[in-house]
């Protein structure tokens, strides 16, 4: 599976739009692009997938770039509660087995 | 109600125990894994069980044991505990990895090994 890079931290306004950035230059056709998040002493969360075609959902928007090397997850109104360590995921063993990376830490700040 | 609930949520025992972790979930799904998060934060699956059957065994020492009475539930053993088995455990579920990796996690278990 193909490797990711993010920005270790990133800080963000309450009420502002939250925009995660991650790079996976080595994509194969096949892979998809998981986005799951880990609030202090809790379970991670799956938050949106996506393959190449942009994707919302309740929780926030994704959006691939056309070559599919890098992706920004966007949560549109971030509240506090969204502090959490964001981990951008490549994968596409359809096994479960999912390859976590350090992730981003984002601290939404009133 | 808890989708993947695990118990017990703290666990401190001494080296040399045996423990085990419970896991049980509401979803209906059919597979079920255990990851372990390291002090350094760093999550790994250890184990995949689909439908009550062995799927993924990442190398783990055979002193943890997984169970799977049921394919609602997934328990692990450890047996002989060490020093180095101090970390947060988590229980997830998924309905079928074959159609995406939407995993379901539990709280976690964090276990302390004195």
């Known amino acids: 599976d193909a490797k990711t890079t993010q920005p270790t931290s990133m800080d963000c306004a309450e009420g502002r739009a939250a925009n995660l950035p991650c790079n996976h230059s080595?994509?194969?056709?096949?892979?998809?692009v998981y986005w799951y998040r880990q609030i202090h002493s809790q379970g991670p969360q799956y938050i949106i997938h996506?393959?190449?075609n942009n994707e919302t959902n309740e929780m926030a928007s994704l959006i691939i770039t056309e070559d599919r090397k890098s992706s920004t997850l966007i949560l549109p109104h971030a509240t506090l509660r969204d502090t959490a360590v964001y981990y951008c995921?490549?994968?596409?063993?359809?096994?479960?087995?999912?390859?976590f990376g350090q992730g981003t830490t984002l601290q939404v700040k009133p | 109600d808890t989708a993947v609930s695990q118990t017990p949520k703290y666990l401190v025992t001494q080296m040399g125990n045996d423990k085990s972790i419970k896991c049980e979930q509401n979803?209906?799904?059919?597979?079920m894994y255990w990851y372990k998060q390291d002090s350094k934060k760093f999550l790994k699956i250890m184990f995949s069980?689909?439908?009550?059957?062995?799927?993924i065994n990442e190398t783990v020492p055979n002193r943890f044991s997984p169970k799977s009475p049921d394919k609602a539930h997934l328990n692990l053993h450890i047996n002989s505990l060490e020093l180095g088995d101090s970390a947060v455990y988590f229980c997830?579920?998924?309905?079928?990895?074959?159609?995406?990796?939407?995993?379901?996690f539990g709280s976690g278990t964090q276990l302390s090994v004195l």
């Open positions: 997830a579920s998924s309905q079928d990895p074959g159609v995406n990796e939407k995993l379901f």
């Open positions: 069980y689909n439908n009550k059957e062995l799927i």
């Open positions: 996506g393959l190449k």
């Open positions: 979803l209906g799904h059919d597979t």
């Open positions: 995921i490549v994968s596409s063993g359809n096994t479960g087995k999912l390859i």
């Open positions: 080595t994509i194969s056709g096949n892979e998809y």
